[in-house]
Structure formats: C-alpha cells, structure tokens
C-alpha cells in the first residue's frame, strides 16, 4: 500500500510533490475530524459528519495534479478554503474554525513559483475573502454548543492550524533543497 501512495502522490516537480503530500495528510486525517467532534460536543456531532466526505476531494489531488499540474495545486487551495468555509457555517464563529484560513493562506503561498505569482495572488486573497465572506454573513451555525465546548474546539482548530503551519514550513525547505539541487 505504501508503495502504491508513494507513486501515487510522486512528482518530479517539488510544488506538485508537496502539495501531493499535504493533499494525502489532510485526506487520511478527514475522517477522523468527527470523531473529535464526537468527544467534544458528544452527540451534536452529527454536523461535522459531512466533513468526513470532504476528504475524497483532497485524495483527488494527485489525480488531476498528474494531468494538469497547475490545476491540481489550485484545486487544492480551492477545497482546503472550501473546507474551512463549509467547518466555519456549521459550527459557527465561536469554534476558531476560521483560524485555518492562515494555513490555506501560507498553503497558497508556497505551492506556486514566483512565475506563477498572478494565479498565487489570487489563492491568497481567496482564504481572506472566504474569510470576509463567513464572517460576515455566514455565522449561523444549525446548533449552538456550550462555551466549554467551544473553547475546546477553539483550542483544537488553534492547535491544527499551529501544527499545519509547521508541517507546510517543512515541506517549504523541501521544495527549497530541491530546486536548489535542481539548478546544480
């Protein structure tokens, strides 16, 4: 099996290597998103189930990436915002959801090249526009949770976005060592 993801997910470029990586990282770890809920907020889970169906879009990744390169690092800024976007409606403001808009952002930012920077810039200006966006008019979740609830939920999107944002910096010196050895 670790054979068959490892040529899965290769690519000669270290921008589609990396965002194949993070693409398989985030797709194994959806499914686990409402179990966390389950011991958080015990039985009103059930909002964060969807979540768990979000992770076939990111095991997709690799996929359109071995055909359509660029495409396949857009789609994954597109569904890691979507994600957040789709997070943030359904357990409201108050859950730190919307902490993970920095991680999209950072995300955006190192899996495209400078030559690439029109299509960077639009990917991240789009976590901030989702972000304006759910702020503003989204904040309607279908169930409201305890405040002890949301603070562990805060602290569990705190620690997810921490975590994402130094595994997505590893991958950056990754990325770095191998274009460096590639203009050796």
Known sequence: ???????????????????????????????????????????????????????????????????FPLLGRIAMVVFSVANVVFCSMMLGEAAGVQLLYIPCGMLAAILFTWRERSVMLAMTALPLVAWYFTRTRLDIPPIRFTPEAYASLFTLNAVSAGALMVFFGWLLAGINRAVEERGR
Do not use: E, K
């Open 1 to 67: 099996m670790f054979r068959w993801l490892r040529a899965y997910t290769h690519s000669d470029d270290p921008h589609v290597a990396a965002c194949n990586t993070i693409a398989m990282v985030i797709a194994w770890n959806q499914p686990y998103y409402p179990l966390y809920l389950l011991w958080i907020v015990g039985r009103d889970a059930w909002v964060g189930i969807p979540d768990a169906f979000s992770g076939v879009l990111f095991f997709a990744v690799p996929a359109i990436a071995r055909r």
